[in-house]
Protein backbone atom coordinates (compact mmCIF):
# COMPACT_ATOMS: atom_id res chain seq x y z
CA UNK A 1 0.00 0.00 0.00
CA UNK A 2 2.47 2.62 0.81
CA UNK A 3 5.08 1.58 -2.24
CA UNK A 4 1.80 2.88 -4.11
CA UNK A 5 1.31 5.71 -2.68
CA UNK A 6 4.93 6.77 -2.97
CA UNK A 7 4.54 5.71 -6.64
CA UNK A 8 1.39 8.43 -6.53
CA UNK A 9 3.27 10.67 -4.86
CA UNK A 10 6.29 10.48 -6.61
CA UNK A 11 5.47 10.38 -10.17
CA UNK A 12 5.20 7.24 -11.41
CA UNK A 13 7.80 4.16 -11.60
CA UNK A 14 8.93 4.61 -14.97
CA UNK A 15 12.68 6.00 -13.48
CA UNK A 16 12.22 9.14 -12.45
CA UNK A 17 10.90 8.28 -9.33
CA UNK A 18 13.70 6.10 -8.22
CA UNK A 19 15.91 9.60 -8.62
CA UNK A 20 13.88 11.32 -6.10
CA UNK A 21 13.88 11.40 -2.53
CA UNK A 22 11.41 9.63 -0.38
CA UNK A 23 9.25 11.87 1.94
CA UNK A 24 11.37 10.19 4.70
CA UNK A 25 14.69 12.08 3.29
CA UNK A 26 12.79 15.20 2.06
CA UNK A 27 11.83 15.93 6.01
CA UNK A 28 15.07 14.77 7.24
CA UNK A 29 15.29 11.61 7.93
CA UNK A 30 16.17 9.51 11.42
CA UNK A 31 16.39 13.13 13.12
CA UNK A 32 13.04 14.31 12.25
CA UNK A 33 10.72 11.39 12.46
CA UNK A 34 12.40 10.85 15.78
CA UNK A 35 11.20 14.55 17.10
CA UNK A 36 7.91 14.58 15.22
CA UNK A 37 6.98 11.19 17.38
CA UNK A 38 8.51 13.03 20.39
CA UNK A 39 6.37 15.94 19.65
CA UNK A 40 3.46 14.23 18.46
CA UNK A 41 3.15 12.06 21.58
CA UNK A 42 3.61 15.01 24.20
CA UNK A 43 0.35 16.42 22.21
CA UNK A 44 -1.33 13.21 22.22
CA UNK A 45 -0.99 12.68 26.02
CA UNK A 46 -1.49 16.63 26.30
CA UNK A 47 -5.34 15.93 24.74
CA UNK A 48 -7.84 15.05 26.10
CA UNK A 49 -10.20 14.01 23.27
CA UNK A 50 -7.75 10.59 22.93
CA UNK A 51 -5.36 10.59 25.73
CA UNK A 52 -7.25 7.84 27.49
CA UNK A 53 -6.63 5.64 24.99
CA UNK A 54 -2.75 5.29 26.34
CA UNK A 55 -3.31 4.67 29.96
CA UNK A 56 -1.33 2.10 31.00
CA UNK A 57 1.02 2.12 27.94
CA UNK A 58 4.97 1.86 27.97
CA UNK A 59 5.36 5.06 26.14
CA UNK A 60 8.95 4.48 25.57
CA UNK A 61 7.82 1.36 23.82
CA UNK A 62 5.36 2.78 21.58
CA UNK A 63 7.05 5.60 20.71
CA UNK A 64 10.11 3.12 19.06
CA UNK A 65 7.49 1.19 17.62
CA UNK A 66 6.08 4.36 15.84
CA UNK A 67 9.06 5.91 14.38
CA UNK A 68 9.48 2.77 12.55
CA UNK A 69 6.02 2.40 11.66
CA UNK A 70 6.72 5.83 10.30
CA UNK A 71 10.10 5.39 8.90
CA UNK A 72 8.52 2.86 6.94
CA UNK A 73 5.77 4.68 5.64
CA UNK A 74 7.74 7.46 4.49
CA UNK A 75 9.64 5.75 2.36
CA UNK A 76 12.79 5.02 5.24
CA UNK A 77 14.45 1.44 5.95
CA UNK A 78 11.78 -1.32 6.74
CA UNK A 79 12.88 -2.19 10.68
CA UNK A 80 9.26 -2.36 11.14
CA UNK A 81 7.55 -5.31 12.99
CA UNK A 82 4.94 -4.61 14.87
CA UNK A 83 0.95 -5.96 14.22
CA UNK A 84 -0.75 -4.87 11.10
CA UNK A 85 -2.95 -1.75 11.58
CA UNK A 86 -6.74 -3.39 12.18
CA UNK A 87 -5.21 -6.18 14.35
CA UNK A 88 -3.08 -3.66 16.51
CA UNK A 89 -5.97 -1.26 17.06
CA UNK A 90 -8.94 -3.48 17.34
CA UNK A 91 -8.94 -3.49 20.96
CA UNK A 92 -9.19 0.33 21.08
CA UNK A 93 -12.02 0.20 18.80
CA UNK A 94 -13.70 -2.18 21.53
CA UNK A 95 -13.40 0.41 23.90
CA UNK A 96 -14.68 3.20 22.04
CA UNK A 97 -11.74 4.40 19.16
CA UNK A 98 -13.37 6.43 16.61
CA UNK A 99 -13.69 8.72 13.32
CA UNK A 100 -13.63 11.51 15.67
CA UNK A 101 -10.80 10.51 17.48
CA UNK A 102 -8.79 10.05 14.48
CA UNK A 103 -9.67 12.95 13.63
CA UNK A 104 -7.89 14.17 16.72
CA UNK A 105 -5.04 12.30 15.58
CA UNK A 106 -4.68 13.73 12.37
CA UNK A 107 -4.92 17.05 14.26
CA UNK A 108 -1.74 16.69 16.15
CA UNK A 109 0.65 15.45 13.43
CA UNK A 110 -0.56 18.04 11.60
CA UNK A 111 0.28 20.70 14.41
CA UNK A 112 3.80 18.72 15.13
CA UNK A 113 4.86 18.96 11.42
CA UNK A 114 3.75 22.91 11.17
CA UNK A 115 6.15 22.90 14.59
CA UNK A 116 8.90 21.21 12.93
CA UNK A 117 8.61 23.68 10.30
CA UNK A 118 8.19 21.22 7.43
CA UNK A 119 6.53 22.69 4.45
CA UNK A 120 3.04 22.40 3.75
CA UNK A 121 3.78 20.36 1.07
CA UNK A 122 5.33 17.83 2.43
CA UNK A 123 2.83 17.50 5.59
CA UNK A 124 0.08 17.05 3.09
CA UNK A 125 1.95 14.00 1.82
CA UNK A 126 2.42 12.72 5.50
CA UNK A 127 -1.15 13.54 6.07
CA UNK A 128 -1.92 11.56 2.86
CA UNK A 129 -0.02 8.54 4.25
CA UNK A 130 -1.89 8.77 8.15
CA UNK A 131 -4.56 8.99 6.24
CA UNK A 132 -4.69 6.05 4.21
CA UNK A 133 -4.83 4.17 7.50
CA UNK A 134 -8.34 5.07 8.81
CA UNK A 135 -10.12 2.61 7.43
CA UNK A 136 -8.21 -0.69 9.06
CA UNK A 137 -7.46 1.19 12.07
CA UNK A 138 -11.10 2.16 12.45
CA UNK A 139 -12.12 -1.32 11.49
CA UNK A 140 -12.03 -3.42 14.05
CA UNK A 141 -13.53 -7.24 14.06
CA UNK A 142 -17.16 -8.12 13.93
CA UNK A 143 -18.45 -10.68 16.61
CA UNK A 144 -18.11 -13.36 14.25
CA UNK A 145 -14.83 -12.84 13.51
CA UNK A 146 -13.33 -12.66 16.85
CA UNK A 147 -14.75 -15.86 17.56
CA UNK A 148 -13.39 -17.11 14.31
CA UNK A 149 -9.99 -16.05 15.74
CA UNK A 150 -10.40 -17.28 19.38
CA UNK A 151 -10.84 -20.45 17.79
CA UNK A 152 -8.02 -20.67 15.52
CA UNK A 153 -4.38 -22.38 16.38
CA UNK A 154 -1.59 -20.41 17.04
CA UNK A 155 1.80 -21.82 14.71
CA UNK A 156 2.78 -22.81 18.07
CA UNK A 157 -0.02 -24.96 18.96
CA UNK A 158 -0.37 -26.28 15.01
CA UNK A 159 3.61 -27.49 15.23
CA UNK A 160 2.63 -29.28 18.61
CA UNK A 161 3.32 -26.60 21.44
CA UNK A 162 5.97 -26.86 24.07
CA UNK A 163 7.14 -30.01 23.12
CA UNK A 164 8.14 -29.52 19.89
CA UNK A 165 9.65 -26.42 20.01
CA UNK A 166 11.82 -27.89 22.73
CA UNK A 167 12.86 -30.77 20.04
CA UNK A 168 13.22 -28.78 17.38
CA UNK A 169 15.81 -26.31 19.45
CA UNK A 170 17.67 -29.33 20.66
CA UNK A 171 17.71 -30.38 17.11
CA UNK A 172 18.52 -27.19 15.62
CA UNK A 173 21.64 -25.95 17.63
CA UNK A 174 22.81 -29.51 17.29
CA UNK A 175 23.16 -29.06 13.52
CA UNK A 176 24.17 -25.55 14.31
CA UNK A 177 27.36 -26.32 16.13
CA UNK A 178 28.27 -29.21 13.84
CA UNK A 179 28.05 -26.27 10.73
CA UNK A 180 31.53 -24.68 10.06
CA UNK A 181 29.66 -21.52 8.53
CA UNK A 182 28.40 -20.20 11.92
CA UNK A 183 29.37 -22.57 14.73
CA UNK A 184 32.69 -20.09 15.87
CA UNK A 185 29.68 -18.08 16.78
CA UNK A 186 28.93 -20.34 19.62
CA UNK A 187 32.64 -20.87 21.11
CA UNK A 188 32.18 -20.14 24.70
CA UNK A 189 28.42 -19.83 25.12
CA UNK A 190 26.43 -21.81 27.76
CA UNK A 191 24.69 -23.62 25.32
CA UNK A 192 22.18 -25.02 28.15
CA UNK A 193 21.55 -21.35 29.09
CA UNK A 194 21.18 -20.05 25.08
CA UNK A 195 18.45 -23.07 24.09
CA UNK A 196 16.26 -22.46 27.00
CA UNK A 197 16.54 -18.54 26.14
CA UNK A 198 15.83 -19.78 22.43
CA UNK A 199 12.83 -22.10 23.57
CA UNK A 200 11.74 -18.85 25.50
CA UNK A 201 11.91 -16.65 22.10
CA UNK A 202 10.23 -19.40 19.74
CA UNK A 203 7.48 -20.17 22.19
CA UNK A 204 6.80 -16.13 21.91
CA UNK A 205 7.12 -15.44 18.45
CA UNK A 206 4.95 -18.34 17.53
CA UNK A 207 2.11 -17.25 19.24
CA UNK A 208 2.40 -19.16 22.51
CA UNK A 209 2.79 -18.29 26.17
CA UNK A 210 5.08 -15.06 26.32
CA UNK A 211 7.94 -15.70 29.11
CA UNK A 212 10.90 -14.35 26.76
CA UNK A 213 12.59 -11.79 28.80
CA UNK A 214 15.99 -11.80 26.64
CA UNK A 215 17.17 -8.70 24.71
CA UNK A 216 15.58 -7.38 21.62
CA UNK A 217 17.23 -8.87 18.42
CA UNK A 218 19.39 -5.69 17.27
CA UNK A 219 20.97 -5.28 20.67
CA UNK A 220 21.27 -9.08 21.67
CA UNK A 221 23.00 -9.89 17.96
CA UNK A 222 25.30 -6.46 18.04
CA UNK A 223 28.41 -8.49 19.20
CA UNK A 224 27.68 -10.85 16.97
CA UNK A 225 27.68 -8.14 13.61
CA UNK A 226 31.05 -6.75 14.80
CA UNK A 227 32.69 -10.11 14.66
CA UNK A 228 31.31 -9.86 11.34
CA UNK A 229 27.54 -11.69 11.38
CA UNK A 230 25.83 -11.02 8.12
CA UNK A 231 23.12 -12.52 5.49
CA UNK A 232 25.73 -15.67 4.78
CA UNK A 233 25.45 -16.53 8.39
CA UNK A 234 21.85 -15.61 8.62
CA UNK A 235 20.87 -18.14 5.62
CA UNK A 236 23.14 -20.56 6.80
CA UNK A 237 20.92 -20.61 10.27
CA UNK A 238 17.88 -20.49 8.28
CA UNK A 239 18.99 -23.80 6.04
CA UNK A 240 19.22 -25.51 9.27
CA UNK A 241 15.81 -24.38 10.54
CA UNK A 242 14.33 -25.60 7.61
CA UNK A 243 16.35 -28.78 8.12
CA UNK A 244 15.26 -29.13 11.82
CA UNK A 245 11.83 -29.07 11.17
CA UNK A 246 11.78 -31.56 8.34
CA UNK A 247 13.21 -33.76 10.33
CA UNK A 248 10.55 -33.20 13.02
CA UNK A 249 8.33 -34.14 9.69
CA UNK A 250 6.65 -30.81 10.23
CA UNK A 251 3.93 -30.23 7.30
CA UNK A 252 5.61 -27.71 4.70
CA UNK A 253 3.04 -24.90 5.05
CA UNK A 254 4.07 -25.00 8.92
CA UNK A 255 7.92 -24.36 8.20
CA UNK A 256 7.10 -21.66 5.83
CA UNK A 257 5.25 -19.78 8.37
CA UNK A 258 8.03 -20.75 10.55
CA UNK A 259 10.64 -19.30 8.06
CA UNK A 260 8.75 -16.12 7.28
CA UNK A 261 8.99 -15.14 11.54
CA UNK A 262 12.57 -16.38 11.41
CA UNK A 263 13.16 -14.54 8.30
CA UNK A 264 11.18 -10.95 9.60
CA UNK A 265 14.08 -10.85 12.17
CA UNK A 266 16.77 -10.81 9.54
CA UNK A 267 17.29 -6.76 9.41
CA UNK A 268 17.01 -6.81 13.53
CA UNK A 269 19.86 -9.20 14.14
CA UNK A 270 22.25 -8.26 11.05
CA UNK A 271 21.89 -4.61 13.09
CA UNK A 272 20.47 -3.01 9.36
Known amino acids: MFKALFRLFTGGSDGTAAAQLSLYERIGGEAAVDAAVDIFYRKVLADDRINMFFEGVDMDKQAAKQKAFL ?10 TGEDMRKGHAHLVEKGLNASHFDA ?11 LNVPADLIGEA ?29 FEKIGGEAAVDAAV ?34 MAFGGPNNYTGEDMRKGHA ?7 NDSHFDAVMENIGATLKELNVPDELIAEAAAIAESTRNDVLGK
Open 71 to 80: TMAFGGPNNY
Open 223 to 229: HLVERGL
Open 105 to 115: VMENLGATLQE
Open 127 to 155: AAIAESVREPVLAGYTEEEKAAMSQEKTL
Open 170 to 203: DIFYRKVLADDRINMFFEGVDMDKQAAKQKAFLT
